[in-house]
């Protein structure tokens, strides 16, 4: 049974860049055709679908956020990871990783997610 596991700094400062990492294990981050997710809930508010890196390393990213967004992989660690640049407040949320088949995650109910982690962009 997969399992992730998201890792990273809880406490970021406005300007900065967010980094995150998902570590995968019980599965393989380059078996064919699953996709590999990030998504953020921040508070009070819906689920939000950031990014997504493929089996073969083909990155997908939300219109909104393509332009701070980065998704990378490092295969031999069996993870991927996210960053986000010139984060201000609004960024505050829980991240989370999740694992989608033949496609990007479309609901918490669906696909393997990570526990999430919660991260505040504060000064």
């Known amino acids: 049974q997969v399992q992730l596991q998201e890792s990273g700094p809880g406490l970021v400062k406005p300007s900065q860049t967010l980094s995150l990492t998902c570590t995968v294990s019980?599965?393989?981050?380059?078996?064919?055709?699953?996709?590999w997710n990030w998504i953020r809930q921040p508070p009070g508010k819906g689920l939000e679908w950031m990014g997504a890196i493929t089996y073969s390393g083909t990155t997908y990213y939300s219109p909104p956020l393509k332009s701070r967004t980065s998704i990378s992989r490092d295969t031999s660690k069996n993870q991927f990871t996210l960053q986000l640049t010139s984060v201000t407040p609004e960024d505050t949320a829980v991240y989370y990783c999740?694992?989608?088949?033949?496609?990007?995650?479309?609901?918490?109910?669906?696909?393997?997610w990570g526990q999430g982690t919660q991260v505040t962009v504060s000064s």
């Open positions: 999740a694992r989608s088949r033949n496609g990007i995650v479309t609901s918490r109910t669906s696909g393997s």
């Open positions: 019980g599965g393989s981050i380059t078996t064919t055709n699953y996709y």
